[in-house]
């Protein structure tokens, strides 16, 4: 039986970059055949108070976005209800405990981080003024690319000044991005072209990233060239290509034993596989082991190879 073919998602993506070894134990089939979910359980739970506190934070964005596109309004005591009720719905399905204040810090920067995000330039046509047209997506949509999926929408689509601009929101955002990131960002734009009702060409679209880094929402546009178009499809099959290599691996090495660890032991300390990994008492010693078991492999197959020759 081959093994399924992979979605593409930043999580899967990053999670993929960061330990292949975690991303196989997440994403390979489960044992009665279901492969498993875009957002594959595990990395898809919180575990701190600030992880909870962005989820929730996007969950309101999402009713927020919903509740204007119908026209209602909203007040600042309903956004805190609101934002309050999504965090302390995570907080319990994801048994995280935390002293009150924390949590009502927490809540009153989360509720100042969503009114600054509607005065954010990028969402002025949507907040300010009545923009001809405008959608909201929700990350759960995807699109066909051959054979697999691609979980890569925006958040809105504004039409403005004659073309569909895609906006991304970060709520958490590290304050240098590097390039592979600017080319996911374009990956919106092979999302869009495949939706009806939504522009082929790329040319209709300028791609926006609205992303709260150091305290303050930073806006900044993604050129949306021929080259970075194709350059952001190559990454998403190479990643695919990855991807299915790991999962031959893990059908052939069901306890994973030889598939590579993380690169970082930070990426161990929020691990959901951690207690099955044998990482879990340190990165360091582990590939350690992992090596000398690869070396004896390695030997111990010269050995044969001159035996028999
Ligand atoms: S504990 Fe570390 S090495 Fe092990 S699966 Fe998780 S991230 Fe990878």
Redesign the pocket.
Known sequence: MHPPTPHWSQTSSQLLN??P??WA?TYRPKPSGVQPHHQAVGTNVPRTLDQAIVRALRRTWLDRTRDHFLSKAWSTKYREARLMAHLETLMHHSAIFAPAIHVEMAIQDGVRQLERLEACTGLRPVFSKAPSRWAYFERLQSAALGDTRLFAAPDMAVYHQHRWTLIRIQFRSPSLTTEARQLEHLLMVHWAMRQGGLPKDHSAYTVKVIRWTANRWVEHRVAVTREGMAQSMALVEHDLAEMKWMLRSAEADPQLHNLP??AKES??VS?H??ET????NG?KD?RERQEAAWRLLAQSAETKSARTA
């Open positions: 960061a330990c070894r975690a134990a660890l993380a990426t161990c691990c596989v951690r990994c044998p990482a879990k990165l582990a």
